[in-house]
C-alpha cells in the first residue's frame, strides 16, 4: 500500500536550517508530481512546494520562495526539503504526498518542526 516516512525535523533557532526527508513506497514515485504540505495550530494544511518528474518543474509558496528547496531521488524514492533561514513562521507538521493527494495515498506521521525566535 502508499505509505510516506517523513524525518529531519527538529527544533532550531530563528535562521537556522533543517533537511526533510520522504520514503515513499507503494506506487510508481517516479510518475508523480510530488509535494510537501505542513499545518501549523488550529490552522489548514497548506501546500509548501512541489516537484514534477522527470525534467522536475518546482513551485513554491509564496512564503518560502527563495528559502526552501525542494528535490527528488527518483531510485531511492525519496522526496527531500531543503529549509533555510527559517522563521517562527515555519513551526509546523511537515508532511509529504501526491501533489494531488486523494484517498488512495494516506497521510504518513509528519515530522514537526519548530523554528525558535
Known amino acids: 500500500q502508499v505509505q510516506f516516512v517523513e524525518s529531519g525535523g527538529g527544533l532550531v533557532q530563528s535562521g537556522g536550517s533543517l533537511r526533510l526527508s520522504c520514503v515513499a513506497s507503494?506506487?510508481?514515485?517516479?510518475?508523480?508530481?510530488m509535494a510537501w504540505f505542513r499545518q501549523a495550530p488550529g490552522k489548514e494544511r497548506e501546500l509548501v512546494a512541489s516537484?514534477?518528474?522527470?525534467?522536475?518543474?518546482?513551485n513554491y509558496a509564496d512564503s518560502v520562495r527563495d528559502r526552501f528547496a525542494i528535490s527528488r531521488d527518483d531510485t531511492e524514492e525519496t522526496l527531500y526539503l531543503q529549509m533555510n533561514n527559517l522563521q517562527p513562521g515555519d513551526t509546523a507538521v511537515y508532511s509529504c504526498n501526491k501533489y494531488h493527494a486523494d484517498d488512495t495515498s494516506p497521510w504518513g506521521p509528519g515530522t514537526q518542526v519548530t523554528v525558535s525566535s
Open positions: 516537484i514534477a518528474p522527470a525534467a522536475p518543474i518546482t
Open positions: 507503494g506506487f510508481p514515485f517516479s510518475i508523480y508530481t
